[in-house]
């Protein structure tokens, strides 16, 4: 039997960028309306506004918060974000409001000063 090694170098080729993770680089958070405010560190390690309107992408599935969808804002009230991006509201099913929740860490990222959806 034969066995080989083969070395693999890289150079200048770029890592993977993880999905989600803004409140790692950004700063100040909070919510106005149904958008999610704050201010994200650039390129350059500046930090600048940045906003994302949460009602556009996230809505009400029978009393949770689900992404790719919209309409949230329809059906839930009591709305805030906590600390480390948890979106927490009460959703109406079936006539009756319940808590719901959401982590916006997951997918929603800081792109280059931008809030962007992953």
Known sequence: MKISAIAIIAIGVPTMVQAGGFTSSCAQIFLGGTWINALCKNPSGVYVPAARDLNAEIGNANGLLVRHSSGYANSCKDCSLTTAGV????????????????????????????????
Not at 91 to 114: H, K, P, V
């Open 87 to 118: 979106f927490k509201c009460s959703c109406l099913r079936l006539n009756r409001y319940q808590a719901a929740s959401i982590n916006l860490n997951n997918f929603l990222s800081n792109r280059g000063g931008d809030l962007v959806w992953d």
